[in-house]
């Protein structure tokens, strides 16, 4: 006699790592189309293959966090204004790294080493673009690649004019020591970013890795918020105190010129 087949299960919660009601809110969005910028309920289950009482509930979720929108006369959903303001966000990210590139490719040429791009992702910070100096030894920032905030220029020079709670939250998620020059103690990372907002620039000295240096300045939209951070980074035994600090005022020059292409005006800011 052939085995019965297993009895039916329930659908799990989470599906190959993914939470299945996540994964199915995302299609609920990613249904919307020019074509299409409103869509009922009984639609939208049909499309997703689920039952319209589950739709409805995550419907009414995504309207409450201002991801939808729903037409009061229609009663169709339609996407809403919380999803234009994180693809504002996306769009600051990718405007700063087009118009960024050539004054970058300016600094790299007069100092000849490593210049990078990079923005604050949760407690991290992410390289979003970099040009590597053209010397035997140069400082490595892959497009990708992730280091902590606390430790390193740019992370400091953006979390010096973020609201305190980045600040803490950073400082809950751990300090570690990457080096012996890492700043491990809450205190003294919040005096060392107070040091950055009055210098305008952070200086990172064998912090994040052993041999090398590191100059960052904000770089700001329109609005004033810090977005971003330039980076110019190289081995200690080139990057001397002296060599630093001939190279302070070109990197801040240079984020201030991005600053300026992104619609920032110059002010008073904290």
Do not use: W
Request: charged share 25%; glycine share 6%.
């Amino acid at each position: 006699m052939p085995p019965l087949p297993n009895p039916p299960t329930a659908r799990a919660p989470i599906v190959q790592g993914r939470l299945s009601s996540v994964a199915t809110a995302m299609r609920l969005l990613k249904a919307f189309s020019e074509q299409e910028v409103e869509i009922g309920i009984s639609d939208l289950a049909k499309r997703l293959g689920v039952a319209k009482s589950t739709v409805h509930r995550l419907a009414v979720t995504l309207v409450s966090e201002g991801m939808l929108e729903q037409n009061p006369e229609s009663g169709k959903y339609r996407l809403g204004l919380a999803l234009f303001r994180l693809g504002a966000l996306v769009r600051h990210r990718m405007d700063v790294s087009i118009e960024a590139r050539h004054l970058l490719r300016e600094l790299r040429e007069k100092a000849n080493e490593t210049v990078h791009l990079a923005v604050l992702d949760g407690s991290e910070i992410m390289y979003v673009y970099n040009l590597e100096s053209t010397q035997a030894i140069r400082m490595r920032s892959d497009i990708g690649v992730r280091k902590p905030a606390y430790c390193t220029a740019e992370g400091q020079v953006m979390l010096a004019f973020q609201p305190p709670e980045v600040t803490d939250r950073v400082i809950r998620a751990g300090l570690p020591a990457r080096t012996p020059q890492t700043i491990t103690d809450p205190a003294a990372l919040r005096k060392a970013l107070d040091n950055v907002r009055q210098r305008g620039c952070a200086i990172e000295d064998e912090e994040s890795e052993i041999g090398m240096r590191c100059i960052a300045a904000p770089i700001r939209d329109d609005s004033g918020a810090v977005i971003a951070a330039i980076g110019l980074a190289g081995p200690v035994s080139r990057l001397t105190k002296k060599a630093l600090a001939s190279f302070i005022p070109h990197v801040i020059e240079t984020s201030a010129a991005i600053s300026a292409r992104l619609g920032f005006r110059a002010r008073a800011v904290g």
